[in-house]
């Protein structure tokens, strides 16, 4: 028997001999070593087959090492699509769908027991086993499989384990784990910190228990404070924590936020939700693949919708895919989504240990849980009947993976949707210009929630014109104008919340050399690297090199540096000066890394321990805070002056998210928007609430400029240490480009540097080929792109970001 092996490398899958003994075990989507060159590697068995290729001697499998197939038929079907589409190779696709790591089956040893030493054999197969074992005592499952080939090597050793005739980890039943955990002891958050005394170390672990508001297992805090079980041990011994031990179990308690509540009175939907709910339970019923697009204002109850429908496919014994566009996003929704569907919960993503996503992966694969919830990634769960996948905000960018493959997850449900006859809602309350575009085709059908839940009031919008306020506009600049000020005073007086958005983590864009102007620049990116005051950095943000932050000009030696311009470290320092005693806390890349993570610092904020957030745009995603009643964009115009036909979009999209988040509670929000273009559409459809306005706009922009959606779009670009080398690969791929009879349909555009012309000591050229049709355009690029180039080129289908 022969077998197509998907490899990670850029090539298509290879062919391979499977040994008799490995073929009881061949299976479409199981995983199989190989030696390829001089390198073993672990690829998928895409296909199996006889056609031999005449005169070349092909190699054999080494080992299959799964037990059972890893990937059910449609998720291989997927993956050929991706590999096709995004023109990525196949393997690279294939490993990037399975959870890296998982353990090989073979791996596990089994021993021959004194019992099975003196036995008698019993069937034919329980003797070459233990015949095998009596020539080397232990041997590995693979090892057992390569030499004897059984059909059903778990089985016979079950029957020999049974009778106490071999031994081995894997066939052992597993016995209850026991572990320990840890809680608060009563008494205050004051009161511990002060018995702790001055362990930095102690006092994160009473952070971490105070903020995440329930038990802990040991090995958690430890990991989630990074310190060593000795620290525990001494706040148990001061009486600060309590220790107990408990069954050991999956416990996803820390991707989730808040204690478990008693359900509070059941919502009863309105007549829009009705409709839409019904719309979506009617082709579950029909078993028939539907596209939908779900689009509703922030709370307008559309979660509640795709809960209910969620509920629905559960009904008819068919499982869910929940997608959100970031990992942050998961604990809210976790939280929510356990209470209704309890143990059929799965999370997916790469926050969880790695044996903690093996087991939810597992869990899945089996049919244990049901519903799926996670970033993009987690639309490749291995669910078997799927009946509905929600791709919730979903104009969000980060579905977009940004390394290849270079898929988007949103597009992707579509896909996968089609091929198990399942339901897509694609949720948003600012659907992407793709997604409206196909509403228009009918390749979409629109439910519209049009009504607020709960309060009904939209908040008040508050324009801020930078030019009035006589800012001058420096690169980075923030100013809290005498308006969002006035604005602050009053919300914090009437003991409300506020979220304040800032696009830019640190405390400077710049640090600037004021006697010879040196801006001190990232030498491999050639972009200034930003300030960062507590880190005591300077930070290429683009690649993440760094060195200390000098105190003298690095160039003339001058103590004349200044900061120019404001990340949210500098933010929070203005903020601070001018509210002193406000309870203040920033979100972003940098602190969402401290213990607890991002989940720790939102739940402060949710329980009302704080009361400003500032941060990236980060805040302004997903999260529910009804407390909150003010939100300001200290600079709106941040993205729009962006070399990327999404600028505008992104823009809209920011502050439309960023209103939605005031006045979620009973009182109606304020939104204040600060920016140096207040008459820009994106601006004025964002203050006024205008979607249908700013989708026309921005629809007429793209059309007369034949950006998507009128067009498809790949970028192509050439990186490499040489200037020269990019120069030439980029040209000479323009000149093949035009050159094919096919580029009559296709508009290009460059050659060109990139944006980043420099990256990480790479110089980058690209090109951007735009079509009306897509078809063509992917049959040219197919024909036209070298196979295996000698620099390095990326292949960018439908790319989000034009960096
Ligand atoms: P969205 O997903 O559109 O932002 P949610 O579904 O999260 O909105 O709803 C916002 C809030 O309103 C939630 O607290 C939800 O429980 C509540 N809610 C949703 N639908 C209704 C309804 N029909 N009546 C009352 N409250 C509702
Ligand atoms: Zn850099």
Redesign the pocket.
């Known amino acids: 028997m022969l077998a197509d092996i998907a490899l990670p490398v850029p090539l298509p899958p290879l062919t391979y001999e499977i040994p008799a003994a490995w073929v009881p075990l061949a299976a479409l989507g199981a995983r199989a070593r190989v030696r390829m060159g001089p390198r073993r590697m672990t690829g998928v068995i895409v296909r199996l087959h006889d056609e031999r290729p005449a005169g070349v001697t092909l190699r054999p499998v080494e080992e299959i090492v799964d037990r059972e197939p890893l990937l059910p038929a449609d998720l291989l079907e997927l993956a050929t699509f991706v590999a096709g589409y995004y023109m990525a190779p196949l393997g690279e696709v294939l490993r990037n769908m399975l959870p890296s790591d998982l353990p090989p089956w073979g791996d596990h040893r089994v021993r021959l027991t004194d019992a099975g030493a003196l036995a008698l054999p019993g069937t034919a197969e329980e003797r070459l086993v233990l015949e095998a074992l009596r020539e080397t005592g232990r041997m590995t499952l693979a090892e057992l499989q390569a030499r004897l080939g059984v059909a059903d090597l778990d089985g016979v050793l079950a029957g020999l384990a049974e009778s106490g005739k071999v031994s081995g980890e894997a066939l052992r039943p597993r016995s209850t784990r026991y572990v320990t955990a840890v809680e608060l002891a009563p008494g205050g958050l004051a009161t511990h910190l002060a018995v702790a005394g001055r362990s930095a170390q102690g006092k994160a672990v009473i952070e971490y228990l105070d903020a995440m508001g329930r038990p802990a297992t040991t090995a958690e805090v430890a990991t989630a404070v990074e310190c060593t079980p000795a620290v525990i041990r001494r706040l148990v011994k001061l009486g600060v924590l309590h220790q107990f031990t408990q069954v050991e179990r999956l416990s996803l308690d820390r991707h989730m936020f808040g204690h478990r509540q008693e359900p509070a009175a059941p919502?009863?939907?309105?007549g829009d939700?009705e409709l839409a709910l019904a719309a979506v339970v009617r082709v579950l019923e029909r078993r028939a693949f539907a596209p939908f697009l779900l689009q509703?204002m922030?709370?307008?109850?559309?979660?509640?919708v795709y809960l209910r429908a969620a509920r629905a496919a559960l009904d008819q014994e068919r499982t869910v895919i929940l997608l959100v566009p970031e990992i942050a996003l998961v604990p809210a929704l976790a939280r929510e989504v356990e209470q209704r569907f309890g143990s059929d919960l799965a999370i997916l993503h790469s926050g969880l240990g790695t044996g903690e996503r093996h087991q939810e992966w597992e869990r899945v694969r089996r049919g244990e849980a049901r519903v799926v919830l996670g970033p993009r990634s987690a639309l490749f769960a291995p669910l078997a009947d799927l009946g509905l996948i929600v791709v919730d905000e979903e104009q969000d960018s980060s579905y977009k993976q940004e390394i290849d493959p270079r898929y988007n997850a949103r597009d992707l449900a579509l896909v996968r949707a089609q091929h198990a006859n399942a339901a897509v809602l694609l949720v948003s309350a600012t659907p992407s210009m793709e997604s409206r575009f196909n509403v228009e085709k009918g390749k979409l059908e629109l439910l519209r929630l049009t009504a607020r839940?709960?309060q009904g009031t939209l908040p008040e919008g508050i324009l801020v014109d930078l030019k009035e306020e006589g800012v001058s506009r420096r690169p980075g600049e923030v100013h809290f104008s005498e308006r969002l000020k006035a604005e602050i005073t009053q919300t914090l007086a009437a003991g409300e919340q506020i979220i304040l958005l800032r696009n830019r983590r640190g405390y400077a864009p710049i640090l600037l050399c004021r006697a010879c102007g040196e801006d001190h620049r990232c030498p491999d990116c050639g972009l200034p690297r930003t300030y960062h005051l507590k880190q005591r950095r300077l930070v290429c943000h683009y690649c993440g090199s760094h060195l200390a932050a000098p105190s003298r000009c690095l160039v003339c030696k001058e103590e004349a540096l200044e900061p120019i311009g404001a990340g949210t470290e500098r933010v929070e320092e203005t903020f601070r000066e001018l509210f002193p005693g406000v309870a203040v806390d920033v979100l972003d890349r940098d602190t969402s890394r401290r213990p607890g993570g991002p989940a720790a610092l939102l739940e402060r904020f949710g329980r009302g321990d704080v009361q400003v957030l500032i941060g990236t745009q980060m805040v302004s995603k997903g999260h529910?805070f009804p407390g909150v009643s003010l939100t300001a964009v200290l600079a709106a115009d941040a993205y729009l002056g962006f070399p990327d036909f999404r600028a505008v979009e992104r823009t809209y999209n920011l502050l439309t998210q960023l209103a939605g988040r005031a006045g979620r509670g009973d009182r109606p929000g304020r939104v204040v928007i600060q920016t140096w273009h207040p008459d820009h559409y994106a601006i004025q459809a964002a203050l006024r609430q205008d979607d249908e306005g700013f989708a026309q706009e921005e629809m007429r922009f793209r059309r007369v400029f034949h950006y998507p959606p009128y067009t498809r779009m790949v970028q192509i670009l050439v990186r490499d240490k040489n200037r020269d080398k990019a120069a030439e690969g980029i040209r000479e791929l323009a000149s093949h480009i035009q050159a094919h009879p096919l580029s009559r349909t296709v508009r290009v555009t460059g050659p060109a540097p990139a944006p980043l012309e420099r990256l990480r000591g790479e110089w980058r050229f690209q090109l951007l080929v735009r079509s009306a049709a897509g078809r063509d355009l992917h049959r040219l690029l197919k024909q036209v792109l070298p196979p295996s180039p000698s620099y390095d080129l990326v292949v960018d289908v439908d790319p989000q970001q034009l960096l």
């Open positions: 919502i009863v939907l309105r939700q509703g922030t709370g307008s109850g559309k979660t509640e839940a709960g529910h």
